[in-house]
């Protein structure tokens, strides 16, 4: 129940292209839903987050669609660039937590 | 120095060895916080200092001991680790213990056990 599921592991787009990532969660409890971004060699980096009352969040290229009812949501990169190429990690916060549950990754490779 | 800093970058030990980690964050953050990330695996969070007080620890086996004597300096203590423990230790900040805000991670310390 505590668990986020991440897919695909890894994903390959030509520059331009429109990389999307989904996650998928059991716990009605969680409330809020962050994306962070990992460059090699970097620690991750809080990207773009969303609570469950919005079906969509926009900042600038980056697009987080929510499912409450199917309790998923995904990660939508428009206009993809090679410097986009990163890990990406969903995650999961039940309120009153102080614990983030972690997806396992995607690994992004945009080519130019 | 901005941000959070880890030191050091890489660390090669052996099984029966004593090492330290260190960070510090220059945030102002009142929470700080040591993950450990594995190769496909999510994100493992090993324990939570708010206000220099432990408010998380996620059954981490005792060869580690963390120290937070500021709120601005964390240490990982390390001893008698095994093989598995090898992994990228990452600490983070934020500006309270609360999940909802965001975490300012450090670039980590590579840990290799022999």
Redesign the interface.
């Known amino acids: 129940q505590q668990q986020?599921k991440q897919s695909p592991?890894s994903l390959i787009v030509q520059k331009g292209g429109i990389p999307i990532i989904n996650c998928a969660y059991e716990n009605t409890a969680f409330d809020?839903f962050?994306w962070?971004q990992q460059f090699p060699?970097?620690?991750?980096?809080?990207l773009i987050?969303i609570r469950p009352d919005v079906s969509e969040k926009k900042e600038g290229r980056f697009t987080i669609s929510f499912n409450k009812s199917a309790k998923q949501f995904s990660l939508h990169i428009m206009d993809s660039q090679p410097g986009d190429s990163a890990t990406y990690?969903c995650a999961a916060?039940?309120g009153g937590?102080?614990?983030?549950?972690?997806?396992?990754?995607t690994k992004l490779t945009v080519n130019p | 120095e901005t941000g959070v800093t880890q030191t050091p970058r890489h660390l090669v030990m052996g099984m029966t060895n004593k090492k330290s980690l260190k960070c510090e964050q220059h945030l102002g953050h009142n929470a700080m916080y040591w993950y450990k990330q594995s190769a496909k695996k999510p994100l493992e969070l090993m324990f939570v200092y708010s206000l220099e007080e432990r408010v998380e620890n996620n059954s981490v086996p005792s060869r580690f001991s963390p120290e937070c004597p500021n709120s601005s300096h964390l240490f990982l203590h390390l001893h008698t680790l095994q093989p598995e423990d090898s992994a990228l230790y990452l600490c983070a900040s934020s500006p309270t213990g609360y999940g909802y805000s965001p975490l300012h991670f450090g670039n980590g310390t590579r840990l290799t056990v022999t």
């Open positions: 986020v592991q809020y962050p962070y060699g970097k620690g991750p980096a809080l987050a990690f916060l039940q937590s102080e614990k983030l549950v972690f997806g396992k990754g």
